[in-house]
């Protein structure tokens, strides 16, 4: 907002709160009327129930408090968005609104009704539970092309004597809105992962895979994912349709598609590509492409000396071909044929288990894309973001702080199995968080 426009509200401002104390008698206003300028929510009803502790012209800010509810509200215009990590000109207004439930942090442009992103936090001793949405922007240097839902669980610890936040796991659903056409449908993209980048506690296994689900098909992705008893790393990207633009946009950080020049054969239908390093420094690569035949590579080897020189020595090479089993892109009756044949030449190894997770993930998110054909019913997860995506956060705020044990318990325990931390925990049971239902 230009510097005039600042002006203007400063003094549109100090005009309403002086008309609402009585100190100015060339017109009425109410409290509300004074809370609008900060989209700070008073209830018409009940306005003898908030009072303003404190109200500046200059920058301009305010204090309300809601006497009856126990939530206090602040409110500054400013120039800094701290949750979108950019600093600028005062375009912004940032409110942030406590209680003894959660703690609820808005940004909105100056002027402007809806939140930029919205971030509701709830407390259990030392860990938070995080709601964030930001709707589409421009704010920064990324652009925000779609609506995003994010669900976080930090823990709160000491590092240097100061208290940090450590991100434990975060769970990410974007819908990318459709304008190009009028087909009913929109792609979509999630992620999920362990840990974020600040490293200030080691603790299990990482993972950081991610899914897109576009009207072409579904890309299954792995930036990096470790298992410190199993291997050292495992990356990967999965495409039940090569026909889609910018392929290597959708590629995982540590993969290059320069380095797969049959993605960009038009014979191409499908492609699922793996590279790990087992603990044993063996290096393992999965290449398996779909066109008139189904063509599976797979190549182990490891690096070693000879003669004050290294070179990879091949441990095992298998290169062969499957008959399609129906025309098209890949499908899950495919993938199981193909992990069929790569059993029977790796056995029942560490390799083959998790090249079988992997594969049957992607079969699974196949099979998973015909829901917008209703024929496939996704399994529900009570704490997905898609299901809070299109929900008001007070209905968040309502059905968190309902079943707040179930909840920490629920995000804990999802953590700690992407985690490995607890192995023989069985999976969580979701049946206590019923009320959270996806809409019809």
């Not at 704010?139 to 004597?161: A, L, P, R």
């Not at 990096?224 to 495409?239: A, M």
């Not at 790990?276 to 420094?281: A, E, L, N, Q, V």
């Amino acid at each position: 907002m230009e510097s005039y426009g600042i002006e203007k509200l400063k003094s549109a401002i100090k005009i309403t709160y002086k008309r609402y104390t009585g100190e100015r008698t060339d017109g009425k206003a109410t409290l509300k009327d004074v809370a609008k300028f900060f989209n700070i929510p008073v209830d018409r009803k009940r306005t003898e129930d908030y009072i303003i502790s404190k109200i500046d012209y200059d920058t301009p800010s305010i204090e309300i408090k809601d006497q009856k509810n126990n939530i206090s509200y602040a409110a500054t215009y400013t120039g800094r968005a701290e949750l979108l990590d950019f600093y600028g000109p005062t375009q912004f207004n940032s409110v942030i609104s406590t209680s003894p439930i959660r703690t609820e942090e808005n940004l909105y442009y100056i002027g402007n009704d809806t939140p930029i992103i919205t971030k509701m936090t709830f407390t259990d001793g030392e860990y938070d539970l995080v709601f964030e949405r930001e709707m589409p922007n421009s704010v920064g240097f990324v652009i925000q092309d779609g609506i995003e839902m994010s669900i976080k669980y930090i823990q709160n610890i000491t590092h240097n004597d100061k208290v940090a936040k450590k991100q434990l796991f975060r769970k990410i659903y974007k819908i990318y809105e459709n304008k190009s056409n009028n087909e009913n449908f929109n792609s979509s993209f999630e992620r999920f992962y362990t840990f974020g980048t600040q490293h200030r506690i080691k603790w299990g296994n990482s993972q950081d895979k991610y899914i897109y689900l576009t009207k072409t098909g579904v890309v299954y992705g792995i930036n990096e994912s470790e298992q410190k008893e199993i291997y050292n790393y495992l990356r990967g990207i999965c495409f039940e349709n090569t026909d889609i633009p910018s392929i290597k946009s959708y590629f995982p950080l540590n993969l290059d598609s320069k380095d797969y020049p049959l993605l960009n054969d038009s014979k191409i239908k499908s492609a699922m590509i793996l590279k790990m390093r087992t603990k044993d420094s063996v290096n393992h690569s999965l290449k398996i492409y779909k066109s008139d035949v189904i063509s599976v590579m797979y190549l182990s080897n490891k690096l070693e000396k000879f003669n004050e020189d290294y070179h990879y020595k091949t441990i095992a090479q298998e290169e062969y071909g499957l008959p399609n089993l129906s025309d098209g892109t890949i499908t899950s009756e495919e993938i199981q044929h193909i992990l069929s044949s790569l059993q029977k030449r790796l056995g029942n190894s560490i390799v083959f288990n998790v090249i079988k997770n992997e594969l049957n993930t992607f079969g699974t998110k196949i099979d998973v894309i015909d829901i917008r054909k209703e024929t496939v019913q996704e399994e529900p997860d009570p704490i997905s973001p898609k299901l809070f995506i299109d929900k008001p956060f007070d209905e968040i705020c309502s059905l968190v702080s309902e079943k707040k044990d179930d909840y920490f318990k629920l995000i804990k325990e999802q953590f700690e199995t992407a985690a490995g931390i607890n192995k023989t925990k069985e999976k969580a049971p979701t049946k206590v968080l019923k009320s959270n239902n996806p809409k019809k």
